[in-house]
């Protein structure tokens, strides 16, 4: 936010906002999580082995998702006992967020394959 154009009230508020986003989705994992879960429910383990994340790790993140309304816990009702992830429908109003960064991220590797290609070019000479 151009805090010249507006009040410095509307930009304290603006940052404030944004640490109130990174407490909830902030960090390695949570959006990997997210992003993951996008395609369907996944048990405990299965979660674990797609994003390659240690188990006590998951649990904590799981939680914390969870408690912010964005993670379902299901235990089902099966031999063994099993417990699923998903999605809520309140982790869609993130859709944006996930789909912007998804393109920043995209053309900010691009940018560094770019800026490498010189260096690669020279190495071969």
């Not at 404030?16 to 407490?23: A, V």
């Not at 309304?69 to 006992?81: A, H, Y």
């Not at 417990?83 to 920043?104: F, G, K, R």
Request: with cysteine.
């Amino acid at each position: 936010m151009n805090c010249i154009l507006v009040s410095e009230e509307d930009c304290k508020l603006a940052r404030l906002t944004i640490r109130d986003t990174l407490d909830v989705v902030g960090g390695k994992w949570k959006l990997i999580l997210i992003s993951i879960l996008r395609d369907g429910k996944l048990r405990f383990r299965e979660l674990a082995r797609e994003a390659n994340i240690s188990t006590r790790i998951l649990s904590k993140e799981l939680q914390e998702l969870e408690m912010n309304g964005l993670v379902t816990r299901t235990v089902t009702n099966s031999k063994p006992v099993a417990v699923e992830y998903s999605l809520t429908p309140y982790s869609e109003t993130l859709s944006d967020v996930i789909t912007a960064m998804h393109n920043w991220g995209k053309q900010h590797r691009e940018r560094l394959i770019r800026q490498l290609e010189p260096v690669k070019e020279e190495a071969k000479t």
